[in-house]
């Protein structure tokens, strides 16, 4: 399900984290069109944070620290990031309004970026909401192979570490299936978000202030 809204109409980040807690999010068609859409799929995608998958291989470049992972150092390159066109992806639906919103929530602690860094460089990372014990993950983006993989396999040691119940993937896509992905239905979905939105998780449960090591990451998933 869909709705469309004017240009004219105001949301603020408090509208934005209200929506959020109704089970709906916003996109827009284009980075050109100033509209927003917002949704509400029938089915929603999950990765339940007590299921989550990582490959014996993936695990050994975690283990690595091939890449630095940090949190929140550069929100606006990871937003460019995840915006660029990209093969398969010649345009982005994230518009102007998307960016000021989420710059907004960036502000008032309630997104946050997940960056992978190679040779001090960023070539990967993803950002999200974070509400209650509810995290909404929005989107990703990696230059070199494995980047946002290890960044995903950071956040959920993150997420499980600051006692997270939810993690919102919005759609389910192959390549999120690697990791434990799965399609629940809206009302299956409004439950969980239910239980999720009682009490607060603790983003910074893992130090926000320095690089964690991939080992002490795969410890908080039993790995």
């Not at 007590?50 to 990871?78: M, Q």
């Not at 602690?109 to 990967?124: I, K, M, Q, T, W």
């Not at 629940?184 to 893992?206: I, N, T, W």
């Amino acid at each position: 399900m869909a709705s469309r809204e004017t240009t004219n109409i105001e949301i603020t980040p408090e509208v934005l984290l209200k929506a959020y807690a109704c089970g709906i999010f916003p996109m827009a068609e284009s980075a050109d069109d100033p509209a927003l859409h917002w949704i509400e799929p029938p089915e929603r995608g999950v990765i339940p944070l007590e299921h989550f998958r990582v490959s014996s291989r993936l695990a050994r470049t975690v283990r690595s620290d091939r890449f630095e992972i940090r949190v929140n150092r550069d929100f606006d390159a990871v937003l460019d990031g995840c915006a660029a066109p990209r093969p398969g992806r010649a345009h982005t639906w994230i518009n102007t309004r998307i960016r000021v919103l989420y710059r907004k929530l960036h502000d008032i602690g309630h997104c946050h970026s997940v960056e992978a860094y190679e040779n001090d460089r960023l070539v990967g990372g993803l950002y999200g909401v974070s509400l209650g014990r509810a995290f909404f993950g929005e989107t990703m983006f990696h230059e070199a192979r494995d980047a946002s993989k290890v960044a995903l396999v950071h956040l959920v040691a993150r997420l499980r570490a600051g006692g997270f119940a939810l993690l919102d993937t919005q759609f389910v896509t192959d390549h999120l299936k690697l990791f434990g992905a799965v399609e629940v239905s809206r009302r299956q979905y409004h439950k969980l978000l239910e239980a999720a939105l009682v009490g607060e998780g603790d983003f910074g449960a893992l130090p926000l202030d320095r690089p964690v090591p991939g080992a002490e990451a795969l410890r908080h998933l039993n790995l």
